[in-house]
């Protein structure tokens, strides 16, 4: 079984469903409100516990009744979260999600992701130690970010770096990456490249193996020295982008195993299938409905 380590965020989401998205100071009638588990780190977790991955999460909760419920939802999920620490008098993190026409915008308050500390990572360095691949992203404390870095080199276990939400990123920070898994925004943000449009030429210039999120277009990916290569979108009727990218990196720690080729092909299919769905975590599927899915769409 694949053992997978996630550091990251944990939030309650709060799900809007509109026609549109509202202009500035505009309001609108909503069709529907969900409170749903979330976060980045929790959506990578439960997406490869589905999977089919031993999955341990690494984060913070706050003291309050979100807390508890999330806490209960990833349990319920089969991840482990013995290093999921609960923090005294912190709320716990929120997403204000608008969904419309199967696209979403965001608003995040961190509260207590941003309690993760480098200690805190420290203190996992035994289930890092174990692990196949570690995943975190950038919706916790930078200095949480580096020591992961630092300890899964240590450790010698690779790690899948999400860079979102996108910033400037050292360069000794993507040395230690095993693959960057941007956006086109995001590779040029962590490259200091904004403006810049030629997503393959931007790839080439990363200090790592990159791969390239483009929506319903698939992905592109380039491991070391090679040329970006492409692997094609999966076209379903989209209903919730929420929690897309999250899916897609968590088969692609999973699936790694198989080969880069096949991994990509495998996260773009997972993806496929959560977008089709309504909610983050709600829409990711299990490794039987991927295999399903892949046999239906060549």
């Known amino acids: ?68 419920q999330l806490y209960d939802g990833l349990v319920s999920e089969g991840v482990d979260v013995t290093h ?4 005294d008098g912190v709320g716990s993190g929120t997403a204000s999600i608008t969904v419309a026409g199967g696209e979403n915008s965001i608003v995040v308050v961190p509260a207590a992701n941003g309690r ?31 020591a992961t870095l630092r300890i899964a080199q240590d450790e010698g276990v690779p790690v899948i770096l999400n860079p979102a939400p996108a910033q400037l990123l050292p360069v000794e920070w993507l040395s230690r990456v095993r693959f960057l898994t941007p956006n086109q925004h995001e590779l040029a943000t962590v490259l200091g490249a904004q403006g810049e449009s030629d997503f393959r030429e931007l790839m080439r210039r990363a200090p790592c193996p990159v791969v390239l999120t483009r929506g319903e277009d698939g992905a592109w990916f380039r491991d070391k020295d090679e040329e970006p290569r492409h692997q094609s979108g999966f076209k379903v009727d989209a209903v ?33 299938i959560a977008v089709s769905r309504l909610g983050a975590q709600g829409g990711m599927p299990r490794a039987d409905e991927v295999t399903a899915f892949l046999e239906t769409h060549q």
Do not use: H, W
């Open 1 to 68: 079984m694949t053992r997978i380590v996630v550091v990251g965020s944990i939030n309650m989401d709060l799900v809007t469903l509109a026609p549109r998205f509202a202009g500035p100071g505009e309001t609108l009638t909503g069709d529907r409100f969900l409170t749903v588990p979330g976060g980045k780190g929790a959506n990578q977790a439960v997406a490869a516990s589905r999977l089919g991955a031993s999955v341990s999460m690494v984060g913070c909760i706050g003291d309050d009744a979100f807390g508890q």
């Open 84 to 87: 999921v620490r609960r923090v």
């Open 116 to 146: 993760v500390t480098p200690a805190q990572v420290e203190a996992a360095r035994g289930i890092i130690r174990g692990a196949d691949a570690v995943l975190v992203q950038l919706e916790i404390p930078l200095d949480a970010v580096d």
């Open 240 to 272: 919730d982008s929420t929690g897309a990218g999250d899916t897609f990196n968590a088969a692609l720690a999973v699936y790694l195993a198989e080969g880069l080729d096949v991994a990509v092909r495998k996260a773009c299919a997972t993806a496929a």
